[in-house]
């Protein structure tokens, strides 16, 4: 399969841990996105990456969320300190470079993110 | 800041029935509307994407129109079948955010009865 893998699928952990999420793209696609969706809503940008360099980060993404993608491959996703409010699907998508008239992105399955 | 709106919030029909999802936008300086579908618990997947030049985009029972100077675009369900259930989201790619990110509606729950 070559599509988007997140991993894991499921993550329970107590508030106050720390948390790491890994999205692998599409191979070639240079861009790399993050989204988080709670729910009954839409998901909401939270951050971008065209290769290594990360270009935007949402006013979301508080002091507390840190994201990487050392290489330009992989991206990590980490949550300190985590809080009740984090529990959502933390989505990944990636595209191919070019213009962005007909450039789509393609989402990963997502991880799940409970905070007890 | 670009605001999607999605209508209705949710849709029930009988199976073979032809439907309409719509979505609406405030910011017409776009690059581009997709739709995708989403399955409970699972990810989102691209249905069609419509270049803010293009009227409409095709695929198999599905037709999507973008009138971007009113900010409204439709979903178009041919045939209806169960298999349709799911959401589906509309998003923008607004031209002013050059990171390309999507801004998504909360989306239309359809469920298609047998």
């Known amino acids: 399969d070559t599509g988007v893998s997140q991993d894991p699928r499921h993550k329970i952990t107590k508030r106050g841990q720390n948390v790491t999420f890994r999205c692998d793209p599409i191979s070639e696609h240079n861009r790399l996105y993050w989204y988080r969706q709670t729910l009954g809503q839409g998901p909401e940008f939270l951050t971008y990456?065209?290769?290594?360099?990360?270009?935007?980060k949402s006013r979301l993404l508080s002091d507390r969320f840190s994201a990487e993608r050392p290489k330009g491959s992989f991206s990590t996703l980490e949550i300190q300190r985590t809080e009740q409010g984090d529990s959502a699907m933390y989505l990944c998508?990636?595209?191919?470079?070019?213009?962005?008239?007909?450039?789509?992105?393609?989402f990963g399955p997502g991880t799940r993110l409970t905070v007890l | 800041k670009q605001e999607v709106t999605q209508i209705p919030a949710a849709l029930s029909v009988p199976e073979g029935e032809n439907l309409v999802l719509n979505c609406s936008f405030t910011?017409?300086?776009?690059?581009?509307l997709q739709w995708f579908r989403q399955d409970p618990g699972k990810g989102l997947t691209s249905l069609l994407l419509?270049?803010?030049?293009?009227r409409e985009q095709t695929s198999g029972r599905l037709n999507a129109s973008l009138d971007k100077s009113s900010g409204r675009s439709t979903l178009y369900i041919a045939a209806s079948q169960p298999g349709d259930s799911a959401t589906y989201l509309c998003?923008?790619?607004?031209?002013?955010?050059?990171?390309?990110?999507?801004?998504f509606g909360k989306g239309t729950k359809l469920s298609v009865i047998p």
């Open positions: 990456f065209q290769n290594e360099a990360q270009l935007e």
């Open positions: 910011d017409s300086a776009i690059y581009n």
């Open positions: 998508a990636s595209s191919l470079p070019g213009t962005a008239y007909f450039l789509t992105q393609y």
């Open positions: 998003a923008v790619c607004s031209s002013g955010a050059g990171s390309y990110q999507l801004t």
């Open positions: 419509i270049q803010s030049s293009q």
